[in-house]
């Protein structure tokens, strides 16, 4: 059957396409099923942290923000190709067909810095409807819970690793081992432990150690951020946040100990967090169903 298509909406100079023909209201995009559609494409180094629906357009673009996303980009006057990395927020398209499908159709980057524009095209992931992905990603139960006055979240560690990290001659490193919850809601937050640091061999790489978790965790910083206007994340003044090793090392629980922190970071309830961790080189970001008692 052919279809007819229209402009229906312009971001960052991108022209979204939608078809016309029909379509049904029939299923809605969530912000679960929009995350689940774009983890299949950019894995869990992007976060949908809201949605715009154009009814009258069979469409919808969700934001995103992009953490350490890795991808290949053909340099258009040299020719090469090269891995790029890309922090920082993103558009997502989505079309609404008349079976009720939503598929996510473009993927856009929105400050691509020197590269110029970079975008996905016909990317034909279902969200909603038949071809979708099941809700399996997320794990819930005892992963993360929320209760009045304390938060916890659990992330898997190797009890047998070592770590390894160099102050930097630079004075300040990048962030080289990272265990956080980030929390998308009416309000943005980020919270948890970071270790900035250099590489081993790396060019302004100083004094090197190595150590267990343990000592790793003793090297860093716990703090709690808030998402600003502007994209940014500033810290929470005043805000403890804890940590314990359980399970014969096997488990670190990163921790909002006290009432205060835990009333304002999850005042909107979302029904998902995200358990983010980096640990030398190697990024994950799950998704994580929160238990709230």
Known sequence: MQQTFVRCAATAGMVFLVTVNGCSDRGKLTTEA????????????????GIQELPQENSAKADVQFSQFRFPFKDPMLG???????SGPGVAAFTHYNDGRWVLSQLNLSNPSSWGPVHWDNLSI????????????????????????????????DPQKQYSWCSSTKGWGPARYIWAVDVIGAESFNFGFTLFAEAPGSPAAGKCETGDLQK??????????????????????GVTVGHEIGDRGKELTITLPDETAT????????????????????????PVDVVYR
């Open 80 to 86: 090469n190709t090269t891995t790029q990395t890309y």
């Open 216 to 237: 790793l965790l003793s090297q860093g910083q716990f703090a709690a951020y808030r998402k600003t206007p502007d994209g940014m994340f500033s810290i929470i003044d």
């Open 263 to 286: 009333q304002l970071v999850f005042s909107s309830k979302p029904k998902q967090v995200f358990l983010k961790s980096k640990i030398a080189d190697e990024n994950t970001s799950k």
């Open 126 to 157: 279902v969200a909603v409807g038949e071809g979708a992905q099941a809700s399996n990603q997320p794990s819930g139960g005892e992963d993360a819970v929320v209760r009045r006055a304390t938060a916890a979240f659990k992330f898997q560690v």
């Open 34 to 49: 929009a995350q689940r559609a774009i983890n299949q494409f950019a894995g869990g180094t992007a976060m949908v942290s």
